[in-house]
Every structure is written in C-alpha cells, then in structure tokens.
C-alpha cells in the first residue's frame, strides 16, 4: 500500500500529478513580501493619526516631555476646551453649510454639463468645449488668487460664505465634468432611446434616466469634492477675515497666541475636524471604487 503524505493528505504521484496546487502553492508563497510592505504601509499611514488621538488626551507638558508615551490620564477637557473655548462647534458648521452647499451646486452645473457634452452631440462644438474644460486641470490654483480675489471684491461678496461656495464649486468643476463625461459616455444608449419613446425631453432624460443612472459617478464626485473643500485653507483664509464666518481649517490658527501654541486642544480640534470626512469615506467607499471605474469599460 502506497505510503500517504501528510501535507495535503496526498501520495507522491498525486502531488507531482497536480499542478495546479504546486502553482497555486508557489503563488502564495510569492505574495508575502506583498502583504508584508502592505501592512508597512498601514502602519505608517496610521501611525500619525494614532499619535494624534493619544496627544488629545494629553497636557501641554506631556506632550513636550514624553512626546511618544500614553497619556498618563485620559480626560476630554481638551475636547470641551476645543468645542466651547476654541469655538471648534461654530467653525465646524461653518465648514459643513460651506462644504455641503458649494458640493450641490457643483454636481448640478457638473452633471447638467457632462450631459450635454457626452449625449447630445453636437460634434465639433462639445469636443471644444470639452477641451476648454478639460485645460482647467492643467490651471495652477495658486495663480488664480489674486483674479480671485479682485472678482469677489468687486462682486461685494468679500468676507461672505456665498465667495467660498462659488470659488469652490469653479475649482472642482473641471475634474467633476471630467469623471461625469467619463461615465455618461458608458450609459447604453438603448435607456435614452427609451426614454424618448416614452415622451421624455431632454430634460425629463437627464433627470429621470441618466442622474438614477448614474448615481454611483455622482456620490463619487461629490465625496471628492467634500474632502477638498472640507480641509481647503488658503482661499478661506484669503477670502473670510470674519471670525464668525471663518471655516474649521482657518479657526484652527486661534490655538496660537503668539507665543505658544496650545497643541492639547489643537490635537483635539484636528481629531473632531477629521471625523465627518472619516465617516463620509468609511459609509460611502464601494460608491467611490466603482463610481472611479464604472466609465473605464464600455458595455
């Protein structure tokens, strides 16, 4: 009787007669350094956020003294300081009116023009509008600050919310016609003739055909578009001087009095300042992963 091996319960012959397991075998002894450099790179990647939310739980003296040690306590006055001293509550539903309404307005002009220019053929006219839209990527932001600035002055919405909704929504619009086009481009073209069987106008297909259509491109753009607007800086600094009207990022800069900067709260502040944009992605990642690749493959 032909002695049975203990790996994989099987005789010589099998093994050697299988391979398949012997490729599949080889696979997976191959990928390891694969897996290994990935949690590396986990690591690291988390590493800062984890050493961010033990200094929130800190004094200014440990975090200066014992910079990488636990907290010897964990207390939340740095986070009732942040919220109710550092007015991190009023700064953060600032962001939010701010971020939320320049992302609407953004998918409307975004969506109702990737339409246009991917389904109603208009041959030479969309493809040179579409270039135009497409040179806005190759715009440094920085050279359009002052512009920027001189339009709003002139338009008397300087140090208004209404001047960072509409500059946001002009930055993001390019790269959000960009991935909408994308998308639209892949819809069969058999759902708009449908539609047009049925009465549908131009209107009536865009809303009640392409945007269901094309919902997964749209929550894509617009959880982009939260992020960028969400932790933009330097044009609310530039375009909102009001302490009342100014955004989370900007209302961070009250940690520092001049002669030191209160690292406790302000750990605690970029801890609350990242959470909506943690749960946002966390909720809504498949949306982005197949919103980023659904227009890559015509069907």
Known sequence: MERVLTKGNLTPSQDTANPKLHRSVKVRNSQWPLHLSLWVYVIVILFPLLWLLLSSFKTNREITVNTWAFPSKFNFDNYKAAWQSA????????????????????????????????????????KRIYGLILMGLLVPPGALFIPLYRLVNDLHLYDTHQALILVYCTYALPITIFILHAFMQSVPSE?????????????????????????????????????????????????????????????????????????????????????????????????????????SVKG
Not at 285 to 291: F, M, N, P, Y
């Open 87 to 126: 007015h991190i509550g009023e700064y953060a539903f600032n962001s939010l009116y701010v971020t939320v309404a320049a992302c609407l307005l953004t998918i409307l002009l975004s969506a109702a023009t990737a339409f246009a220019l991917s389904r109603m053929k208009y041959k030479v006219l969309s």
């Open 191 to 295: 759902l708009e003739e449908a539609g047009i069987m049925d009465g549908l106008s131009a209107a009536g297909l865009f809303v009640r055909v392409i945007i269901p259509v094309s919902m997964p491109a749209l929550v894509t753009v617009f959880i982009l578009a939260f992020i960028g607007n969400w932790n933009e800086y330097i044009l609310s600094q530039l375009l909102v001087t009001t302490e009342s009207l100014r955004t989370l990022p900007t209302g961070m800069a009250t940690f520092n009095d001049g002669y030191r900067t209160n690292f406790a709260s302000l750990s605690a502040a970029v801890i609350i300042s990242i959470i909506p944009v943690l749960l946002v992605y966390m909720f809504l990642q498949r949306q982005i992963i197949d919103g980023m690749t659904a227009g």
